[in-house]
């Protein structure tokens, strides 16, 4: 699939800092988005510690397939013509994991600022549980109310009961929300012909570095 690159521009606001303006997407680049949101995050709490491991496995997955598709939405790249190795949601590792983390490695840094503004921001919010479980099971099981709903209080209950997982959910969460936004502002942009910016929450303080999975340094760039 070769699709012409979305491009971009940026602007300096004096109260909201630096703005980014999506160019109008390509239907088949905007397609991408609701598929790289469908994932099987769990619909009941296991006690055991494979649940918990399969999340920041999957956590890790949706991070890093929603940056390589933000990368081609910004310009960052060429869409590939076999995209067999985003879809799949084995274990991320190997060849596949070159292909996704070198993709992401591409989103431009004003655009990646955009991630990790929202991610910043909702580790600090004391209701981050209720923000990222409605979106995160919604998107995913968008045809089914039931299974998103399961999901919803199950992921809740994850980033309620365990503090190491909120960072990656978080990120997961950042990553496909910008992905989201930007299609979002381009939309706007298609529609009426004037400049919508991505929407994006205030920049918190980063998490402690212990709470920082290497994944996510690298993915986000953090060091």
């Not at 969460?173 to 381009?186: E, H, L, S, Y």
Request: proline content about 9%; overall charge positive; glycine content about 10%.
């Amino acid at each position: 699939m070769t699709i012409p690159a979305c491009l971009f521009g940026v602007r300096d606001d004096p109260h909201l800092g630096r703005r980014v303006f999506p160019h109008p997407v390509a239907p088949e680049l905007a397609g991408l988005v609701p598929r790289i949101h469908r994932a099987g995050w769990p619909v009941w709490l296991d006690p055991g510690p494979r649940m918990l491991r399969d999340v920041l496995d999957l956590s890790r997955l949706q991070t890093a397939r929603a940056l390589a598709v933000l990368s081609w939405l910004s310009g960052g790249g060429e869409v590939p013509g076999d995209l067999s190795w985003l879809w799949s949601e084995r274990r991320l590792t190997g060849p596949r994991q070159r292909l996704m983390y070198g993709a992401a490695a591409r989103v431009p840094d004003d655009v990646l600022a955009l991630v990790v503004a929202n991610w910043t921001w909702v580790l600090g919010n004391r209701l981050g549980g209720q923000v990222t479980a409605p979106y995160l099971a919604g998107t995913a099981y968008a045809d089914d109310g039931y299974a998103a709903a399961q999901a919803t209080v199950t992921l809740m209950r994850i980033w309620e009961r365990h503090a190491e997982a909120r960072p990656a959910l978080g990120a997961a969460w950042a990553a496909g929300r910008t992905a989201a936004d930007w299609c979002k502002a381009g939309e706007l942009r298609a529609a009426y012909g004037r400049e919508a910016p991505v929407f994006t929450y205030p920049r918190g303080s980063l998490p402690p570095s212990v709470g920082i999975r290497p994944w996510m340094s690298r993915l986000l760039r953090l060091v």
